[in-house]
């Protein structure tokens, strides 16, 4: 990967575990297959959760038994406890959540979020993203949290999780890609992504809103196949199973 490309973690578990209605496995593993048709090597398809709390992911062992994964595709699921840890066998990719503050009014700084990102680098994590769990994250805030984070962890897959109404998405990817970050979770048509926040337009960053903020740079990207079925599958679940 030359030093202007970029990692693009396509996110359709997020998009999904809120949907109200259960997407058939069966639908699950065609749009799985059509994001791998249409170029996509970083997929973030399943949760090991308890099936209880979020039903959408209770499937996540039968989507996985049904999709072939090209040995250059890496699938990526969801752990957050130990149960989840025994269902699951995978490279660890760390999150921390609410990186860029929370809703709650709890103190939050860089510097928390720096000792966190030095806990994890010193138990042998290489992988972390930071996300705005709830939206709360402007440019200038992104800049300033990314940038002393991929200064300090040059060599280290740092990656962020945004979350956007539909305007502001462009912008903060790129202060993210401004700032030193390569690695971009996003979801096609920026379904899901967001529960907790207070402004019910907030959700995920929408693929094809990275897309072309990136084109427009001259960005290099992993995608260069058309994403006609997968947009098309995309609208049908949203369309069928959101209530």
Not at 171 to 199: N, T
């Amino acid at each position: 990967m030359s030093r202007n490309a970029v990692k693009l973690i396509e996110c359709p578990r997020d998009a999904w575990q809120g949907l109200k209605r259960q997407i058939p496995t069966e639908l699950k593993r065609r749009y799985l297959r059509s994001l791998i048709q249409a170029g996509f090597r970083h997929i973030d398809a399943v949760s090991f959760v308890s099936p209880k709390a979020v039903p959408q992911m209770a499937d996540s062992e039968r989507v996985l038994e049904q999709i072939e994964v090209p040995d250059d595709v890496e699938i990526i699921g969801i752990v957050v406890n130990e149960k989840g840890a025994e269902r699951a066998i995978s490279t660890i990719v760390v999150y921390i959540s609410m990186a860029f503050g929370n809703p709650y009014g709890d103190p939050w700084n860089e510097d928390e979020v720096c000792r966190a990102m030095k806990k994890l680098v010193g138990i042998g994590i290489r992988s972390i993203s930071l996300a705005d769990t709830v939206g709360v994250a402007d440019p200038d805030v992104i800049s300033h949290l990314v940038a002393p984070v991929t200064d300090q962890y040059p060599d280290y897959d740092i990656g962020v999780h945004l979350h956007s109404a539909p305007g502001g998405a462009a912008v903060k990817v790129l202060a993210a890609y401004d700032a030193g970050c390569h690695r971009f979770d996003s979801a096609i048509g920026g379904l899901g992504g967001c529960p907790f926040a207070q402004d019910t337009l907030v959700g995920n960053i929408p693929t094809e809103s990275v897309i072309a903020a990136f084109q427009q740079r001259g960005i290099e990207l992993p995608i260069s196949k058309s994403l006609s079925e997968v947009l098309a599958l995309n609208s049908f679940i949203a369309a069928n199973y959101s209530n």
